[in-house]
């Protein structure tokens, strides 16, 4: 715990005007970002009498070592900065709502030739209509459903629709009257593009122009007595109407509006967004926040406003924000949102009327969704605690391991050796710091070494080896570790063993704030394995001097847990929390791994000649392709053929010559039915294709088990 006052900047130091500050800890990972319209004033707050802090505050300035500041020119830039760090460095400390559950949306793409209406879930894309989001994709479904007999849009995917346009004939909603099936030319691009526009609008809330107008063919169509249309009319007016009742007016003014309400208590919060448009209740979601800090009502409103608007702009901010408190201040808040729509927005406390009520069922909603959560995570802390202390209990260790890493290697039949790491923390997976390995072996190539067979215990101590060279050097580095001698790591240029991780991870650059790879133990190494690989790992840790943290493996065949230098298993009951906990991480690392071997496997699959010759991009190679047709014909071209390819001067045409000169030349191609041999027809090697002929993978594989992937 480190005393305030140690990194207590003089008042002297600290700018009186707007910005931003971070709190960073002792390995330099920011804990806390904030911003203040007086800098002075707003850190001074954190470094009075510790008696005199909240609790969650006390702890956040006491865990950090460090604070600093970038000054801006506005209150509305400090929102902005304050929003972007916290997206980018994931403070601990700071209000981080997290989604209940992936919301579907109504989307019209109307970025693509024929716009299609589909569910989508996820990040919006550039170019997309999108209404919602909804509480269930059947919902979105259902009302789709209703509304293609009056705009028969495009549903169908990609593929459906070139599969169409190639035989001629449309698919069944075609046949039905629920697609205009442009696919067949039925209407055209324009055409079909006014009908997406109108759905779009119809969804927006403009429903009323379209009743109008199919009234009025209706009425024209029964004073001439064209009774079948008449009917198609009324139908289609039903189908509208019927779509339009699955959203039910809860204003009457057709208000675009978000109500935001927002049900706390001391440690937790719970964020409820209903998305009005039109008078219609078009959207519903719900967040969950630990209030890991001392925040007011009006903050929690401040962030659920950042985290709901920051990637919108245009008609996705609303011209009316409905809130229970307003932030303090008001102005600059107002100013951003304005700023992300292009027009004002008006953000404020409904007093009376129907948005008032409307505002309390919002709160009633956001109250049962803080009661809930409370419901399942106690359940969820109970079950992972519970695992954490059987685990601790069955291998003897000090206390519950709350950072675990398991590892596992993969390969097929020896080729493409790689190995994963995975992390949880407090039970829970952490796939931010996940890695992944290529595996060297004595001659530093990816296959596993020639008379050993397949070697995963000489992979498993290399793995291992790697990684904890790696946590020692970072020790190092920061002065954690100041007397040991100079630690070598792997042979990368950047000095990083060939670790990747299972998402987005930036440049690990030292003050950046970002976790740094390999540089926080574990109190416990799982490995996939027995008793041979549990060795390896254990003289791998002895090897580096690491004697703090446990080493086990959880084998396959019985699922029975193995120790260093234990001749007998540890056996946990099939109905062990801790056991199930230790299979899903081993599964985990098996997941991970099978999937980067896969990855690399299919990459060298797919290489040909071409990749071989240097500077030719995938630009080039693909118009060489183009030009000749297959690699075949390209082989027995001239080099003045080869330069008539746009892009392609004669020195890469000489260059493209020799190594396809030097490359073997594929095997031809045969008809298994006739035995004919297919000239035309540019092969892949054999080995190419009898590697796509993939093993499948068991669920349940014995450690000893060979010639498949592992």
């Known amino acids: 715990m480190a005393d305030p006052s140690s990194y207590r900047p003089k008042p002297g130091d600290i700018p009186d005007c707007p910005g931003v500050y971070r709190f960073r800890d002792e390995h330099r990972r920011v804990i806390y970002v904030g911003k203040a319209k007086s800098l002075r004033q707003r850190l001074a707050n954190y470094f009075q009498d510790l008696a005199n802090l909240h609790p969650r505050t006390r702890s956040m300035v006491t865990t950090a070592a460090s604070v600093e500041w970038t000054v801006v020119s506005t209150e509305v830039e400090a929102l902005q900065l304050e929003y972007s760090w916290i997206k980018e460095f994931d403070p601990r400390f700071n209000v981080k709502y997290r989604d209940d559950k992936s919301y579907p949306y109504l989307a019209v793409t109307m970025n693509e030739e024929f716009p299609r209406v589909q569910v989508m879930r996820g990040h919006k894309k550039k170019g997309v209509r999108?209404?919602?989001p909804y509480g269930h994709a059947w919902a979105i479904r259902d009302t789709v459903d209703l509304l293609l007999r009056v705009f028969p849009v495009r549903t169908c995917?990609?593929?459906?629709?070139?599969?169409?346009a190639r035989t001629g004939r449309p698919c069944l909603l075609g046949y039905i009257g629920k697609c205009s099936a442009p696919c067949v030319g039925r209407v055209s691009a324009e055409e079909h593009r006014e009908l997406a526009e109108d759905f779009s609008d119809f969804m927006a809330g403009r429903t009323g122009t379209y009743l109008r107008r199919l009234e009025k063919q209706m009425t024209e169509a029964a004073e001439e007595m064209e009774y079948e249309r008449a009917a198609r009319l009324r139908d289609d007016i039903e189908a509208l109407k019927k779509a339009m009742e699955k959203n039910a007016v809860v204003l009457a003014d057709a208000t675009d509006a978000d109500l935001v309400a927002v049900a706390e208590d001391e440690l937790e919060a719970a964020v409820q967004i209903f998305h009005v448009r039109g008078g219609r209740v078009r959207g519903q979601r719900g967040w969950v926040t630990d209030k890991v800090e001392d925040v007011t009502t009006g903050a929690l409103v401040e962030h659920a406003l950042q985290q709901l608007y920051g990637e919108e702009s245009g008609d996705a901010v609303p011209k009316e924000v409905l809130v229970p408190a307003l932030p303090d201040p008001l102005e600059p808040v107002q100013e951003w949102l304005a700023e992300r729509r292009g027009s004002n927005v008006s953000l404020r406390i409904p007093q009376r009327g129907d948005k008032k009520a409307l505002m309390e069922t919002v709160q009633r909603n956001a109250q049962q969704g803080l009661v809930l959560h409370k419901t399942r995570r106690a359940s969820d802390l109970t079950t992972r605690s519970?695992?954490?202390?059987?685990?601790?209990?069955?291998?003897?260790?000090?206390?519950?391991?709350?950072?675990?890493?398991?590892?596992?290697?993969?390969?097929?039949?020896?080729?493409?050796v790689v190995a994963s790491m995975v992390v949880f923390e407090d039970g829970l997976q952490r796939k931010s710091e996940y890695r992944r390995f290529q595996i060297k072996g004595r001659a530093g190539d990816t296959r596993l070494w020639h008379g050993e067979g397949q070697d995963d215990v000489r992979s498993m101590h290399e793995v291992i080896t790697r990684r904890f060279k790696r946590y020692l050097a970072e020790k190092e580095r920061t002065g954690e570790w100041a007397d040991g001698e100079d630690v070598p790591v792997d042979g990368s240029p950047d000095g990083l063993p060939d670790g990747a991780p299972d998402g987005p991870?930036?440049?690990?650059?030292?003050?950046?704030?970002?976790p740094k790879r390999f540089a926080y133990p574990p109190q416990l190494v799982v490995v996939d394995g027995g008793q041979p690989q549990v060795a390896a790992a254990q003289r791998a840790l002895d090897e580096l001097g690491i004697d703090?943290?446990?080493v086990c493996g959880l084998a396959k065949r019985l699922e029975e847990i193995w120790l260093p230098g234990e001749d007998d298993p540890v056996v946990l009951p099939r109905s062990s929390e801790g056991l199930y906990l230790l299979q899903r991480v081993r599964d985990e690392a098996h997941r991970f791994a099978i999937t980067y071997q896969r990855t690399r496997r299919a990459k060298r699959f797919r290489s040909g000649p071409l990749d071989e010759v240097p500077g030719l991009g995938e630009t080039r190679k693909q118009a060489?392709?183009?030009h000749f047709g297959s690699v075949k014909r390209l082989r027995s071209a001239t080099i003045d053929q080869i330069c008539g390819v746009p892009g392609i001067g004669r020195k890469t045409a000489e260059t493209i010559a020799a190594a396809l000169a030097q490359a073997a030349p594929a095997?031809?191609?045969?008809?298994?039915?006739?035995?004919?041999i297919m000239e035309d027809v540019e092969v892949a090697p054999p080995a190419t294709t009898a590697g796509d002929a993939e093993t499948p993978v068991p669920t349940s594989v014995p450690d000893d088990r060979r010639g498949q992937e592992t």
């Open 624 to 626: 060489l392709i183009k």
């Open 548 to 550: 703090d943290i446990a």
């Open 157 to 164: 995917s990609a593929g459906v629709f070139k599969n169409a």
């Open 130 to 132: 999108y209404f919602g």
């Open 386 to 416: 519970r695992a954490l202390e059987e685990i601790a209990e069955a291998l003897d260790l000090d206390s519950a391991p709350l950072r675990i890493e398991c590892y596992d290697i993969s390969h097929l039949q020896g080729d493409d």
């Open 505 to 514: 991870v930036g440049a690990l650059v030292e003050d950046d704030g970002r």
């Open 667 to 676: 095997a031809p191609a045969v008809n298994t039915a006739t035995g004919e």
